[in-house]
């Protein structure tokens, strides 16, 4: 596709490889050392994620541990390693519960309207009324902790304001000619809904979830820092900070793997997000430019 | 009137979520305090004291009219009112939010009208990606690193403990700076982006040009007029923080030992006190809510041409955007 035009914008562009930007391509590094960690943990960690050495307690950075031993003398890059596929996997599982949750909501809210969308639009602002952290700390304190339960609670929280940005996205698409169309042609809802409007809905909703992503991993990180996420022994990026902060005056370098890699990856994500807003929202590289 | 019966009714489903949020519960809360070797009888006298017995709608009414008169009953221990607990603790929390929420605005415009006026200026990438930086960073962490630099390293200010400032004003200052700017940064990241943005935009129509031609000094044109245009998301991003810092000060009371709510949450959450949890969900709601309808109040002041529909705006940018933890 060289010397193309962009189907975008209509700008002329280089085309091809040179045309992804290099942010772009910093994420894509950044992700797939990412998923080698989720996905290979024992091939790429040094040592047994939980294997106590307790003769080597707190030690620093050496060539044998490169970045030093936690205070049982765990190995701590090979928790962080292990600790990618957990807090990966509860980013997740909360964006996952936050879509079964909000998709129906939203489309149903926005496709139907009337009073079904005002009762649904009364319980997402009552929802919404909550401080996201608080609701999930409650959640997952009834719900007894571990990984799934405070994640579960984390999609629920999120929940509402996905059903908001689809249900908005459903109103607007539910007008266009085409709709009318397949209306006219006698289309039932169901595939009305799932044939021509969701597929013309669903980008800001993809950009939103790669945003949930990292609003779940640092959810995650807290929880679990609070004692109410992944439970000792497993690694997560949260229960490290936790047993980092309790030995935080003897060893404060410990805090920095799990917390450098969280703010990375959020970042990533965060990153991915607006380039996807950039491509399907010229309009949005042009504010930004 | 609408907006009234519309806060009334989110109220009450609010307090629905408060209450039901025990019935998540695994197990029998009677079981779990007679503990297990307890004859059945015992239990079911627990489960009759406690109220359990009865259908969850009878048992929502009487907690629901509790919570209107003041009364959100005691811990499960039984040695201390909920109310009370709650009151001790509240003050900490609200002048540490106050504080964060101030440092958050005066960083965040400051940082965003900078950047905006520079625009495409090294100054301002540097604001945008300091700001992007901001908001990816989680505020726990930030609040560990500030301990160990400012606190453990420098020795500048303590990092544990609180004062209240009616009570000892110079240590309050002392002990509030480093956790509101911990809980803060987040926000001054948010609000720094949406004014920048906002602000970009404004200075580009045609009445700031119209204004710039008539020779006002930009500082009249950029406060006067193009803030008051650009004030509109920054009284939404403002609200929203709100909701963010009550949710942020369960992790930095934890981090920097603040005797508040988020603290009390935390404990009881370890120690499943649902009770104090549903106390403090419920006020938290209550303070939001009525947030909520500050912010709408403000928006008909800085817009007057906004009559009722703003809270569903507010609402839609909420759900594209604001979304933190």
Redesign the interface.
């Given at each position: 596709m060289s010397a193309s035009t962009s189907r975008v914008t209509g700008v002329p562009g280089t085309g091809g490889l040179r045309a992804v930007p290099l942010r772009l391509w910093l994420c894509l590094a950044v992700l797939a050392v990412l998923a080698c960690c989720a996905l290979l943990p024992n091939a790429l960690a040094p040592y047994d994620p939980n294997a106590q050495d307790l003769g080597n307690i707190l030690d620093s950075p050496s060539s044998a541990h490169w970045l030093g031993t936690d205070d049982v003398g765990r190995d701590v890059l090979s928790r962080l390693i292990a600790g990618t596929r957990t807090s990966l996997a509860a980013g997740f599982i909360a964006v996952a519960v936050s879509v079964l949750i909000g998709l129906p909501v939203g489309i149903v809210a926005g496709y139907f309207g009337g009073w079904v969308d005002a009762v649904l639009m009364?319980?997402v602002?009552?929802?919404?009324?909550?401080?996201?952290?608080?609701?999930?700390?409650?959640?997952?304190?009834?719900?007894?902790p571990g990984l799934v339960n405070s994640m579960a609670a984390?999609g629920i929280?999120?929940s509402?304001?996905?059903?908001?940005?689809i249900r908005?996205q459903v109103l607007a698409v539910k007008e266009r000619p085409y709709v009318e169309v397949a209306r006219s042609f006698s289309c039932g809802p169901f595939r009305i809904v799932f044939r021509h409007i969701l597929p013309n809905a669903m980008q800001?909703v993809l950009v939103?979830a790669a945003?949930?992503l990292?609003?779940a991993l640092?959810?995650e990180?807290?929880l679990s820092?609070?004692?109410?996420g992944v439970q000792p022994p497993a690694a997560s990026w949260g229960s490290m900070?936790s047993r980092?902060?309790a030995f935080?005056?003897q060893a404060?370098r410990l805090?920095f793997p799990p917390?450098i890699a969280?703010?990375v990856t959020?970042?990533v994500f965060?990153?991915i997000s607006d380039l996807a807003q950039e491509r399907f929202d010229p309009r949005a590289r042009d504010?930004r430019? | 009137m609408q907006r009234a019966g519309s806060i009334v009714l989110t109220l009450v489903l609010a307090t629905v979520i408060t209450f039901g949020l025990q019935k998540l519960v695994p197990g029998d809360p009677a079981l779990a305090i007679a503990g297990e070797d307890a004859t059945a009888q015992r239990v079911a006298e627990i489960r009759a004291d406690l109220g359990l017995d009865r259908p969850f709608v009878v048992q929502y009414l009487d907690w629901l009219r509790g919570a209107v008169t003041g009364d959100l009953g005691t811990t499960i221990r039984g040695d201390a009112s909920v109310w009370d607990l709650i009151g001790q603790r509240l003050p900490a929390t609200l002048t540490l939010a106050a504080v964060a929420l101030l440092f958050s605005i005066i960083i965040g415009v400051g940082a965003g009208v900078a950047a905006a006026l520079r625009h495409g200026s090294k100054a301002d990438t540097a604001v945008t990606a300091v700001a992007t930086l901001g908001v990816a960073v989680p505020n726990f962490w930030l609040g560990m690193v500030i301990v160990v630099v400012f606190g453990l390293t420098l020795n500048w200010l303590p990092v544990s403990g609180y004062a209240l400032p009616w009570e000892d004003f110079a240590a309050w200052a002392r002990h509030v700076t480093l956790p509101a700017i911990a809980l803060g940064t987040a926000g001054a990241a948010e609000i720094a982006r949406q004014v920048r943005s906002a602000l970009v935009e404004v200075l580009r129509s045609d009445f700031i040009r119209t204004h710039r031609a008539k020779g006002l000094p930009q500082r009249a044109v950029v406060w006067r007029h193009a803030m008051k245009n650009a004030s509109l998301p920054l009284v939404t991003v403002v609200g929203l923080q709100i909701s963010h810092l009550l949710g942020g000060t369960v992790v930095i009371e934890s981090v920097f030992a603040i005797p508040g709510i988020g603290s009390l949450i935390v404990q009881s959450a370890n120690q499943r006190d649902y009770p104090v949890i549903q106390g403090v969900v419920f006020v938290t709601a209550l303070l939001i809510i009525l947030t909520n309808l500050a912010v709408d109040l403000v928006y008909r002041y800085v817009d007057p041409r906004i009559g009722v529909r703003p809270a569903r705006r507010a609402g839609l940018r909420r759900a594209q955007r604001g979304v933190t933890v």
């Open positions: 009364r319980g602002d009552a929802v919404l009324c909550f401080p996201p952290l608080i609701l999930a700390l409650g959640v997952a304190a009834a719900a007894g984390v929280v999120l509402p304001s996905l059903a908001r940005l908005a800001p939103q945003i949930f990292g609003v640092i959810a990180a807290i820092f609070l004692g109410l900070l980092a902060f935080m005056p404060p805090m917390g969280i703010v959020v970042l965060n990153m504010r430019a | -």
